[in-house]
């Protein structure tokens, strides 16, 4: 399973990408808008941090404009994947970078019936938004299940399943075990990862015992 992290923050960036762990990027207009910085120099600078693919987000809501600055975006680096609201117009850019070798993820998918036209329109990623079908008392991961079902089912269709809108690390453990391919994680998120009290507080323990070895690993002979 490939983790995305789901931020503009530079520095958090930079911090995720030194664990080794982060296979790319999410950004979307609110997080660009939170980081204040400068859209185009702020993709450029994470595509030179990670070298997986990082989203960046038209602008635009007609195809016209739309595929014209998922152009623009495109060139920024080889790593950009363009990203498309789903409406008509949205699928209609992807399939139109799509066909010319541009990675798409295809945002705000909210339904199965979303997911298979933005596979046949040929989206590099589906981003179901996970936590916001919570947010309204629908179950987001019955909608994770139900994509990933799909999409095993015609092997003609390369669309990864990106899970997006990631709350808590059991939605991120309930995605892995349906087999969806990508999760973009806020930060938070994948600290809480590594986070568990036993681990805590068995490693206070090994560490007072080997204190009382008096031997030091990197001194022994
Ligand atoms: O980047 C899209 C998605 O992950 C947004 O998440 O928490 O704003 O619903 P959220």
């Known amino acids: 399973m490939k983790f995305f992290v789901d931020t503009a923050d530079i520095a958090e960036i930079k911090d995720l990408a030194a664990t080794g762990l982060l296979d790319g990027v ?16 702020l993709i450029e600078e994470v595509c030179h941090v990670v070298k997986g693919p990082v989203s960046a987000e038209v602008a635009a809501t007609d195809y016209a404009t739309m595929l014209k600055e998922g152009q623009k975006l495109a060139k920024i680096a080889k790593n950009v994947a363009v990203k498309v609201p789903l409406t008509p117009d949205g699928l209609k850019v992807c399939k139109a970078l799509s066909d010319n070798g541009t990675m798409v993820n295809v945002t705000l998918c909210f339904s199965a019936a979303q997911a298979i036209l933005a596979a046949k329109a040929g989206a590099a990623f589906i981003s179901p938004f996970v936590g916001r079908l919570d947010d309204v008392g629908q179950d987001g991961m019955v909608l994770i299940r139900d994509i990933v079902q799909i999409y095993k089912a015609y092997p003609a269709f390369k669309t990864e399943v990106l899970v997006a809108s990631v709350r808590h690390p059991i939605h991120l453990v309930e995605a892995a075990k349906m087999g969806a391919h990508v999760a973009t994680i806020p930060p938070k998120v994948i600290r809480q990862l590594y986070s568990h009290p036993l681990t805590d507080k068995g490693l206070a323990a090994f560490v007072a015992d080997w204190q009382k070895t008096g031997q030091t690993i990197l001194d022994a002979a």
Do not use: D, M
């Not at 950004?27 to 185009?40: C, I, R």
């Open 26 to 41: 999410t950004t979307n207009p609110s997080l660009v808008a939170a980081s204040g910085k400068n859209f185009l120099k």
